[in-house]
């Protein structure tokens, strides 16, 4: 008796020492409430890792104009000054400039001319269209193209990560949450219990020891209370990383009406994920990037004619060596012999193509794989979920049967916790259930490409 009496006023002072939130959580919103479409809405604003694929969408897109400007003339200009190592000696032979009446000829016999070392400077500058580069400048300007295409596709593939993520979250929040309502509940039914348990044992109709069963249940629950609460903070921290906001910022969860009347087709299903997966779509642009690469390649046997402008402009070099020099022409570079490795090169290009046809077959069986297992997943989870919402509803409905039999004397004290843990366990598996279809419904979404 001594035991029991030290075990029931221990229960009891910590029982009374937590606040009055933790023994009856009255569940209030904790800000704002933040639907499932606000933050999806939210996440693909401002999330970080979607920020970051959007900046790499851009990058490719200044890559792009970037190289179209090489369709263009360049210009240059080259400078060059200094001093020679060596005195320049310049020979003109008798008559080299001609010969003149009156004069004979110029210069009259084989003349020698010395340049002085001095310092000089020299002036190039260019101006060069290129005419047969055209032919790969187009080429990896449309190869730059298919590529931004392919940072577009892994974008939205990014994004749908992020909706899938943010969902997951969401449902896992919701599902804390309904833990966390369900736990208010049987502290609230202990309460009652506690003090019907109370009133017997009083009047000696009950035992001692009932009543301090029922307040360490009441305890136990008590902690529960507040461990999910604990959890339900940190998944709301976790939320808030995903939208890219102030992971302490306050909010609450709303509902979420979920369960579809019918499901589409399978085979509609694979075919809609066909046609709109990022990630299938990019492996298919993959493969023009190979095709454009090789015909880069080949595109390199041919020689580089330019037509081209040049004036060099000379300072301080002597009376014998022009200072103005302008040329306007064609420019020809040709690399005639080069011991096969253009042909190599062009052979490894071509294995790339067939390499990336082969990797659209297997992503494409993949993709067909994955939708499939997912529709089933989907199926079951969808028909698990109002078999146990029966399965709670009908221990809920017992718990009150039993609570009313007890009350009468027509049951024991373990018959009303057997039912109440009866309805502890449906609940926990009813909202596995629902995670479960939200779950696998977002999988299902994120594998067909939806929006």
């Known amino acids: 008796m001594i035991q029991f009496t030290i075990v029931s006023f221990t229960i009891g002072c910590l029982l009374l020492s937590l606040p009055p939130s933790a023994w009856s959580k009255e569940m209030k919103a904790a800000g704002p409430v933040l639907t499932l479409d606000q933050a999806v809405d939210l996440a693909l604003e401002s999330n970080r890792p979607l920020k970051t694929a959007t900046l790499e969408v851009e990058k490719s897109g200044e890559a792009t104009d970037a190289m179209r400007t090489q369709r263009l003339p360049a210009l240059n200009l080259f400078g060059i000054s200094g001093q020679r190592l060596t005195e320049s000696t310049f020979s003109f032979k008798q008559g080299a400039f001609g010969s003149f009446p009156g004069v004979g000829p110029v210069p009259g016999t084989n003349t020698e001319i010395k340049e002085p070392i001095r310092w000089s400077t020299f002036l190039l500058a260019t101006a060069v269209q290129p005419l047969t580069p055209l032919l790969r400048i187009n080429e990896s300007i449309r190869l730059s193209e298919v590529t931004q295409e392919v940072v577009q596709e892994q974008r939205r593939d990014q994004r749908h990560v992020v909706v899938n993520k943010v969902k997951r979250a969401y449902f896992e929040a919701l599902q ?92 509609a299903a694979v075919k809609e994920a066909m046609e709109r997966r990022p990630l299938l779509k990019a492996t298919r642009l993959r493969v023009q990037q190979a095709e454009h690469d090789a015909r880069f390649k080949e595109l390199q046997y041919i020689p580089d004619l330019s037509v081209i402008a040049l004036h060099i402009q000379g300072i301080n070099i002597g009376q014998v060596l022009p200072e103005k020099i302008s040329i306007a022409g064609l420019l020809l570079s040709w690399e005639v012999f080069d011991w096969g490795r253009k042909q190599r090169e062009l052979g490894e290009k071509r294995r790339a193509v067939e390499q990336t046809r082969i990797g659209v077959l297997e992503a494409e069986a993949q993709v067909a794989v994955e939708v499939r297992h997912l529709f089933r997943n989907l199926q079951d989870a969808q028909s698990l979920v109002p078999v146990k919402k029966l399965t709670l509803e009908a221990a809920t409905d017992r718990q009150r049967v039993t609570m009313s039999r007890y009350s009468q004397k027509a049951a024991v004290l373990q018959d009303v916790f057997q039912a109440q843990s009866a309805v502890a366990d449906a609940n926990h598996q009813y909202q596995d259930a629902l995670l479960g279809f939200l779950t696998a419904k977002a999988d299902y979404e994120k594998a067909i490409g939806e929006e």
């Open 176 to 267: 804390i949450q309904s833990g966390l309502e369900a736990t208010d509940e049987a502290i609230k039914f202990l309460q009652e219990l506690d003090r019907m348990v109370a009133e017997e044992v009083t009047r000696g109709r009950a035992l001692r020891t009932d009543s301090l069963e029922v307040k360490t249940r009441l305890a136990e629950a008590t902690h529960r209370a507040v461990t999910l609460d604990s959890a339900l903070a940190s998944q709301k921290e976790q939320l808030n990383e995903l939208l890219g906001r102030d992971v302490q910022s306050e909010f609450s969860l709303a509902p979420v009406s979920s369960i579809p009347g019918t499901l589409a087709d399978p085979q």
